[in-house]
């Protein structure tokens, strides 16, 4: 590195180490990957860097009270691995999980923590990719060459979250806080607390602090769906009476989860009146006959535009029946020095505003990226299939489910790139891209996913930084499990749309 921070290929080469693979991140995608190639690909070199001290990224930065998922972790789990716990997991149960992975299949040795990747370029003379990485602690850099890069860096930036900025947020002399950065130490205890936002996050954070505090309000510019339900599977507990094998049970209770998933999907899209009627039928369970459910839970948009929370043992509407926590559908005017004025004219009284606003979109990892030389514009590629991209060579992104959970497209991914190295083992080939086809050349371009089908604010802002989409499956990432896990292991890798070199 010289003095102006340039890569120079002299320093390159006396420090670089040599991988088959390298792998971005160690989250449940990234770890997922290592399992991958270790049993997939055996023999195959690879390393994976991670920026943070330990692995587990989204269940390892998000330390708010009730930190748990919003999906069930037998889908949620690795289909390799049995999951034995309740559905609804929490972050240290997770973090338990992908620890167990990590030292049954050894995976630790392949691991660096505290090495930050800065930038990645790929050389077409050389067929591979030089990675600048620095160490967290001091700063140092360090350089490494791979055959090819597996992008499991997740989708947002864990440094921070999103906040807006609101007309007089700094003449609020309480605490703004943000559930991503979390402070260990603070102290809502007797406080009256506000929760912009109701998605998940806020689903799960409020009932977990409504009973120390004075009083926590919901403030909501419009509503969310939730499923309440208990956390239980009745299959599963079925199975384990029956003392059925731990690997059985995990494969029969995903099979029954995806088929019911798939045919509720289906639903909304079939009958959106009904199952919304449903829902809402689900909340006035708890909230009882004269609570207005049309105002602060009966959301704008059909089911499964976005994504909806599982509430295990409905703890938020509990919080809202016994006073302790309460709903406002409204919008914010400005923050006071005491509060939050509302629109309607209202004051919100507030300690503590915490501001549940999501993420701040992130599609690579906040790595620069060189192809021969030139900055890579992620916008301007087609997205093949949601895991490669026109124009950039060996590289495979890992980008999940909404709907469905995340890791079941992590497995999926994972079996394709161990079937994408063995054909290039076979063919003899160090260099593979994707490409449109004569027949894609008019194709029409759009945005990378239909805002009609699916359209969280995460996304909707950062839409602009994400590859574009063709009109046909093939350059789609169709958020699809169902359609996905029938089509990918069939993939032709000899297709007119794969180049090799
Ligand atoms: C609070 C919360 C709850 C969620 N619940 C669910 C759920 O129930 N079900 C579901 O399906 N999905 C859920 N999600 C979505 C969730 O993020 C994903 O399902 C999944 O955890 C993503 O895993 P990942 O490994 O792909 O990415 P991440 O968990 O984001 O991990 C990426 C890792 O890569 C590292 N990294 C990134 N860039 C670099 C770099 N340049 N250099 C080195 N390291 C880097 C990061 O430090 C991080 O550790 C939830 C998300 C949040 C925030």
Not at 226 to 247: H, K, Q, S, V, W
Request: overall charge negative; some cysteine.
């Amino acid at each position: 590195m010289d003095d102006a921070g340039t890569l120079t290929a002299k320093t390159a080469d006396a420090r670089t180490e040599h991988f088959d693979v390298l792998i971005v991140g160690a989250g449940i995608s990234g770890i997922g990957a290592a399992w991958h190639l270790t049993h997939q690909r055996p023999g195959t070199s690879f390393v994976a860097l991670e920026g943070k001290d330990s692995f587990g990224g989204t269940w390892l930065t998000h330390r708010y009270p009730g930190i748990r998922s919003d999906s069930d972790l037998y889908t949620f789990g690795y289909r390799f691995k049995p999951w034995t716990g309740t559905p609804i997991a929490t972050a240290a149960e997770i973090r338990k999980y992908m620890g167990e992975v990590i030292e049954e299949s050894h995976l630790d040795r392949h691991i660096r923590y505290g090495h930050r990747i800065v930038s990645a370029s790929w050389s077409s003379e050389k067929n591979q990719w030089l990675i600048e990485a620095r160490k967290v602690e001091t700063g140092e850099a360090v350089f490494f060459t791979a055959g090819f890069l597996w992008m499991c860096q997740g989708y947002y930036r864990h440094e921070q979250g999103y906040t807006p900025q609101w007309p007089g947020m700094s003449d609020f002399k309480g605490e703004i806080v943000h559930p991503q950065t979390w402070p260990e130490d603070l102290d809502y205890e007797g406080k009256r607390v506000v929760v912009i936002g109701s998605g998940a996050t806020a689903a799960t954070l409020v009932p977990n602090i409504a009973d120390k505090t004075a009083h926590t309000t919901v403030l909501q510019r419009s509503p969310t769906y939730f499923i309440p339900g208990r956390n239980a599977n009745e299959l599963a507990d079925t199975l384990r009476e029956l003392n059925i094998d731990e690997t059985w049970i995990h494969e029969i209770v995903r099979r029954k989860i995806l088929h019911d998933q798939d045919a509720f999907t289906r639903r909304c899209v079939a009958e959106p009146e009904m199952v919304t009627e449903e829902l809402l039928a689900g909340v006035r369970a708890y909230l009882g006959p004269d609570y207005d459910i049309d105002t602060h839970f009966k959301p704008r948009y059909r089911p499964w535009r976005q994504r909806i929370a599982f509430v295990p043992e409905g703890d938020i509407f509990r919080g809202i029946a016994s006073g302790k926590a309460s709903v406002e559908t409204d919008e914010i005017e400005r923050f006071t020095e005491n509060g939050i004025l509302l629109k309607s004219g209202k004051t919100l009284e507030a300690d503590i505003v915490v501001t549940a606003t999501g993420f701040d979109l992130c599609v690579l990892g906040d790595i620069e990226f060189t192809i021969d030389g030139k900055p890579l514009d992620f916008s301007k590629t087609v997205t093949y299939r949601g895991m490669m991209f026109t124009g950039v060579p060996n590289m495979i992104w890992v980008f999940g489910y909404f709907r469905a959970s995340w890791t079941l497209r992590a497995d999926l991914i994972g079996d394709f790139m161990a079937r994408l190295l063995a054909h290039m083992q076979a063919k003899g080939a160090k260099r593979v891209e994707v490409k449109l086809r004569a027949e894609d050349h008019n194709m029409p371009l759009s945005e990378w996913i239909d805002p009609e089908n699916f359209n969280p604010g995460y996304l909707m802002r950062g839409m602009h930084l994400l590859p574009r989409r063709g009109d046909k499956p093939e350059w789609q990432h169709t958020q699809d499990y169902w359609h996905e896990k029938d089509i990918f292991p069939k993939i032709d890798l000899d297709g007119a749309e794969f180049v090799y070199g």
